[in-house]
């Protein structure tokens, strides 16, 4: 099946800094990959959406100068939390969209846990 | 707008008893629709999903859900739990190149 991975899968940062955090598709290529935060037992949030080769479509709500998504190529697609603070503190998943139509599916990466202090 | 409900928030099965976890939709059109499980601290992965068809559909690990257009629901169910099968379990749904909608999930624990 579909594999995605994210690196890194836990990170500790200080307040103030930026976090780079990647996904990619390993066994496939996607164009479209998605972006999601999670609270602690809640579901998830979208973000945004990373379309390759174009700019990164964002939730209402989520601030695109702090989220800087980037799609460069059809198997990786990078979330820079730029200045973090305590609130960003969160587990971000990230998926990749497979097929398209009626057998269009997502798969899921194991999701990357950031602690700002 | 669309919305997903999962009316359980937390379900407590001993391990060998059957399962079902509810799932309803609102949406103008039947939705794809899709089961994932999440482990502590893991991401998604996709139990089984539904977009045309059979209303009843196979998916991993022993899972099964069936789609029932008139009740605008997507139970998922299994006839025997294992200790393993303790996780939180997401129902979504989603459209052609729509994003999906995630439901508040039901977190399943399994007693001995």
């Known amino acids: 099946g579909a594999v995605v991975s994210q690196h890194p899968s836990r990170v500790i940062c200080k307040s103030g800094t930026s976090v780079k955090i990647e996904c990619r598709s390993l066994?496939?290529?996607?164009?479209?990959m998605f972006w999601y935060r999670q609270f602690p037992k809640q579901s998830l949030m979208l973000m945004a959406t990373s379309n390759e080769g174009s700019k990164a479509t964002y939730e209402q709500g989520v601030e695109k100068d702090k989220f800087l998504i980037n799609h460069a190529s059809l198997t990786l697609s990078t979330l820079t939390v730029t200045s973090a603070h305590p609130e960003d503190s969160s587990f971000y998943i990230c998926?990749?969209?497979?097929?398209?139509?009626?057998?269009?599916?997502?798969?899921f990466g194991p999701g990357t846990r950031l602690l700002v202090l | 707008a669309q919305s997903v409900t999962q009316p359980d928030i937390h379900i407590t099965v001993s391990e060998g008893a059957s399962l079902e976890l509810r799932c309803n939709y609102s949406?103008?059109?039947?939705?794809?629709l899709f089961w994932y499980v999440q482990s502590p601290g893991q991401g998604l992965q996709l139990l089984l999903k539904?977009?045309?068809?059979?209303?009843l559909v196979q998916g991993i690990k022993g899972f099964e859900a069936e789609f029932k257009r008139s009740q605008s629901s997507f139970n998922l169910r299994k006839p025997s739990v294992h200790w393993s099968d303790a996780a939180e379990y997401f129902c979504?749904?989603?459209?052609?190149?729509?994003?999906?909608?995630f439901g508040t999930g039901t977190r399943l624990t399994i007693i001995p």
């Open positions: 066994d496939f290529q996607a164009t479209t």
């Open positions: 949406y103008g059109a039947t939705p794809y």
């Open positions: 539904y977009f045309s068809g059979d209303t």
């Open positions: 979504a749904v989603g459209f052609g190149n729509e994003k999906l909608t």
């Open positions: 998926s990749a969209r497979v097929g398209g139509g009626v057998r269009e599916t997502q798969y």
